[in-house]
């Protein structure tokens, strides 16, 4: 008996809502992660940080609140599609293999996908939005890592700002 199909426009909308909310919720930690990391680097822009919540009162004092909210747009868009596609495509992939595996042996009572399917069907979900979503992960990247006033020293002018994701 073939397996009821399973829609994977449903797992695209249930991906979407799931990291949408989450990264929603968890961004003001993701961007004191972000700004750690830079600051391990070559960027002397940045301020220090003693700590986590160091981080989080000096973000606060100089920036204001929506300081920890800096690249949230695209941090949203980013996750909600990097969910909602790897979903989708990961249950299209699983879905044909399903089909091939019943045409393959139509007289097989149940059809099953092996792990090796299923490490496929991942693999294929994550390449395609690894795809789509690495333009939008730079777009957070460089918004999170802008401060106020950032001067640049080795070149003399003002660094480029990106007030909304869509900003050229």
């Known amino acids: 008996m073939a397996q009821p199909r399973k829609d994977p426009k449903k797992h695209l909308v249930a991906g979407v809502a799931g990291g949408v909310i989450t990264t929603t919720s968890l961004h003001p930690l993701d961007l004191i ?91 294929e979900g994550g390449s395609i939005t690894v795809l789509c979503t690495n333009p939008v992960w730079l777009v957070k990247t460089r918004m999170q890592l802008q401060v106020a006033q950032v001067q640049s020293q080795e070149v003399g002018h003002a660094v480029k700002r990106y007030p909304t994701m869509w900003s050229k």
Request: aromatic share 14%.
């Open 33 to 123: 992660k972000v700004r750690f990391q830079a600051a391990d680097g070559a960027a002397r822009n940045l301020p220090k940080y003693g700590g986590t919540l160091d981080a989080l009162k000096q973000i606060v004092l100089s920036e204001r609140g929506r300081g920890l909210y800096k690249g949230l747009s695209p941090a949203v868009t980013g996750s909600g599609m990097s969910w909602g596609l790897y979903f989708f495509f990961y249950e299209r992939a699983k879905a044909r293999y399903l089909a091939r595996e019943q045409r393959m042996y139509p007289d097989q009572a149940t059809h099953s996908l092996s792990p090796v399917h299923h490490m496929a069907a991942a693999w």
